[in-house]
């Protein structure tokens, strides 16, 4: 009940942008922050957040174990610490990570999508296109390493980044999966992985629910760069340097003229699209489907 009532009021932050979430570890700073002297955090339980004022680069953790699924607390508290990190003009680069070992994100998280009410639905499908249109046209360069598995939701999130960087290691695939779910990529997530793949290669994925392994991903464009596990972070700290070696301004404005059209697509039909989602996820052959898929994840394990 706490849970929901707490969501209910994250959710509401989202439309209430002067509101501020407490923060949960207020001005941390020193080695023990993850980058020596001068490093301050802030963030929330489960989207902790690392910066490093003297070379304007914040890094954000997402720490939702045990799979980093994107719930509605995930969703919410994303884009509140961004909105923070915009905010601040201290600020030019954040690199998005994971603080859960092996997993960048299972993606979106499938309990919010079954077995729920239409309000529900309708609040979380909110949620997930506020996050995307957040990190699809944010004005700092936004970096994703990819240090864990990304399929679906997990991938989109790294697809709305400026830049990728996967972590060498076969079991680490990425991919738009839905598919495999029984379920339908939307729109805006198709249009995402055209941008940055091309529309045959989008269309082969998308219709097979590819997992891309990490040669793959690179091979196809998914990710920009591949390299050892543990050289994923200080390859994402070389690739910011360069991009924040262009005056902000000019990149913002190219930034911006590459996207907005694909997030004006959204924008301009966002209820609608939630309408579409609330059809489409509501149907009994949708629920039954995503029921399954999740019965066979937690059998897994026995
Ligand atoms: C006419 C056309 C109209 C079109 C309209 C379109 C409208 C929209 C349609 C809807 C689109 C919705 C889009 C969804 C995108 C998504 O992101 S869906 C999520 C996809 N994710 C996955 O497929 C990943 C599933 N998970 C895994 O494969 C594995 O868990 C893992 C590889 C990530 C990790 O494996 P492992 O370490 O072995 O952990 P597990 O034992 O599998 O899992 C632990 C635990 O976590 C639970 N879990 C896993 N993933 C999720 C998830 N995504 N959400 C919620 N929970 C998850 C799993 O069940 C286990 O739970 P228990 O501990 O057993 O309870």
Redesign the pocket.
């Known amino acids: 009940m706490a849970l929901m009532v707490g969501a209910r009021v994250l959710a509401r932050n989202l439309l209430r942008p002067w509101s501020r979430l407490p923060d949960a570890v207020p001005g941390r700073t020193g080695p023990a922050a993850g980058g020596g002297d001068g490093v301050r955090c802030f963030g929330s339980p489960r989207v902790l957040v690392e910066t490093d004022p003297a070379k304007g680069v914040a890094v954000i953790k997402l720490k939702n174990p045990?799979?980093n699924?994107?719930?509605l607390e995930v969703l919410t508290e994303f884009v509140i610490s961004l909105e923070k990190l915009e905010n601040d003009k201290t600020f030019r680069g954040v690199i998005v990570t994971s603080d859960c070992p092996?997993?960048f994100s299972?993606?979106?998280?499938?309990?919010?999508?079954c077995g729920k009410s239409q309000a529900h639905y309708a609040e979380y499908?909110r949620a997930?296109q506020e996050l995307w249109l957040r990190l699809y046209l944010s004005n700092l360069v936004v970096i994703a390493a990819i240090n864990g598995?990304s399929?679906?939701?997990?991938c989109?999130i790294s697809l709305t980044c400026d830049y990728r960087v996967l972590a060498d290691n076969p079991k680490y695939s990425i991919g738009?999966?839905?598919t495999?779910?029984g379920?339908?990529?939307?729109?805006w997530?198709k249009d995402t992985l055209v941008n940055t793949v091309g529309h045959r290669t989008a269309e082969r994925a998308l219709q097979l629910g590819l997992l891309f392994p990490p040669a793959e991903a690179l091979r196809v464009g998914i990710v920009d760069q591949v390299v050892p596990e543990d050289q994923v972070h200080s390859a994402a700290l070389s690739v910011m340097a360069r991009w924040l070696a262009i005056p902000d301004h000019a990149r913002q404005l190219t930034k911006n003229l590459m996207r907005k059209p694909t997030a004006d697509r959204l924008v301009k039909q966002r209820d609608a699209?939630i309408q579409?989602?609330l059809?489409?996820?509501s149907r009994d052959s949708?629920q039954k489907s995503l029921r399954v898929?999740?019965d066979k994840?937690?059998q897994?394990?026995g």
């Open positions: 045990p799979v699924s994107l719930s092996g997993i299972a993606g979106l998280d499938l309990t919010e999508m499908w997930v598995v399929p679906a939701g997990g989109l738009l999966n839905e495999l779910l379920i339908v990529a939307p729109s997530f699209d579409y989602f059809q489409f996820i949708i898929y999740l994840l937690r897994k394990k």
